[in-house]
């Protein structure tokens, strides 16, 4: 079998259930593991704003398969030689950041399948195709059923296009609301009404056309009001804030005790 024999986020959000993952920002394989040992559907590991290595990656996707969690990664461009280096590296989904219009999204969905549907090259020896020990066919068509395409929809720009992204063939949608709202002159006040009308109306048009929409939640709370707006592809905190802010927390009551 291979290793991208099944993505048990697209599973779930092909039911229309909710799926829930968290961001991997440390680049420790150690914390992939506890993340799927408890039960996270998928990881995604951020490498648009954070440094990190091919290896580490690939050993990130090791990592993650290994306790069955779904290794997803954020790019940190559009560049189709890196995400199909990625993805013969065995990972299995791409967030491709500012995703504009239709024409840009359509070039990047081609990217990442294989012919007749895209324009993926052929690397059959890869991790991804369990190094050549799958039939040629069976593993293209593994890949293009769980290889998982998001989008990050950051400007409302791209909002307005929506409908044109959506129809490239995507797999998910996920919504940046920082950078939405700074393209809406908000200085990044996430909480405007402002952006949280262009929020619903992307998320109703995504919905309209069957394709589930993400979102990233910092908090119990956030996840809760997320699920409430219709998201259902759900990335909880990191593993570097959750660290964080347990020290914090612990620290300042050490010190409390102290005097």
Same mark, same amino acid.
């Given at each position: 079998?291979?290793?991208?024999?099944?993505?048990?986020?697209?599973?779930?959000?092909?039911?229309?259930?909710?799926?829930?993952?968290?961001?991997?920002?440390?680049?420790?394989?150690?914390?992939?593991?506890?993340?799927?040992?408890?039960?996270?559907?998928?990881?995604?590991?951020?490498?648009?704003?954070?440094?990190?290595?091919?290896?580490?990656?690939?050993?990130?996707?090791?990592?993650?398969?290994?306790?069955?969690?779904?290794?997803?990664?954020?790019?940190?461009?559009?560049?189709?030689? /890196?995400?199909?280096?990625?993805?013969?590296?065995?990972?299995? $989904?791409?967030?491709?950041?500012? %995703?504009?219009?239709?024409? @840009? &999204?359509?070039?990047?969905?081609?990217?990442?399948?294989?012919?007749?549907?895209?324009?993926?090259?052929?690397?059959?020896?890869?991790?991804?195709?369990?190094?050549?020990?799958?039939?040629?066919?069976?593993?293209?068509?593994?890949?293009?059923?769980?290889?998982?395409?998001?989008?990050?929809?950051?400007?409302?720009?791209?909002?307005?296009?929506?409908?044109?992204?959506?129809?490239?063939?995507?797999?998910?949608?996920?919504?940046?609301?920082?950078?939405?709202?700074?393209?809406?002159?908000?200085?990044?006040?996430?909480?405007?009404?402002?952006?949280?009308?262009?929020?619903?109306?992307? /998320?109703?048009?995504?919905?309209?056309?069957?394709?589930?929409? $993400?979102?990233?939640?910092?908090? %119990?709370?956030?996840?809760? @009001? &997320?699920?409430?707006?219709?998201?259902?592809?759900?990335?909880?905190?990191?593993?570097?804030?959750?660290?964080?802010?347990?020290?914090?927390?612990?620290?300042?009551?050490?010190?409390?005790?102290?005097?």
């Amino acid at each position: 079998m291979s290793f991208i024999g099944s993505n048990i986020m697209m599973e779930k959000l092909r039911r229309g259930e909710i799926s829930i993952g968290t961001q991997i920002r440390s680049r420790n394989e150690m914390a992939v593991e506890i993340a799927g040992l408890l039960g996270f559907d998928f990881i995604y590991l951020e490498t648009e704003h954070f440094m990190c290595n091919d290896e580490t990656i690939e050993n990130i996707a090791r990592a993650a398969q290994g306790v069955g969690t779904v290794p997803l990664v954020r790019v940190p461009s559009q560049d189709p030689e /890196i995400l199909m280096h990625l993805l013969d590296a065995g990972v299995m $989904g791409v967030i491709i950041p500012h %995703v504009e219009n239709g024409e @840009e &999204a359509r070039r990047l969905v081609e990217a990442c399948k294989y012919p007749p549907r895209g324009t993926r090259g052929s690397g059959m020896g890869s991790r991804a195709a369990s190094y050549g020990l799958i039939p040629k066919n069976e593993y293209r068509e593994l890949a293009d059923k769980n290889t998982c395409v998001l989008f990050m929809i950051e400007s409302e720009a791209a909002v307005n296009r929506i409908d044109e992204i959506i129809d490239s063939g995507v797999d998910v949608i996920r919504i940046g609301r920082n950078d939405l709202a700074e393209s809406m002159g908000l200085k990044g006040n996430t909480k405007d009404p402002r952006v949280t009308q262009v929020v619903d109306y992307a /998320i109703s048009r995504c919905k309209a056309k069957g394709i589930p929409v $993400g979102t990233a939640a910092g908090s %119990v709370t956030a996840v809760q @009001e &997320a699920i409430a707006q219709g998201f259902t592809q759900i990335s909880y905190a990191s593993d570097l804030a959750i660290l964080a802010k347990a020290w914090q927390k612990d620290l300042k009551s050490i010190h409390e005790l102290l005097g």
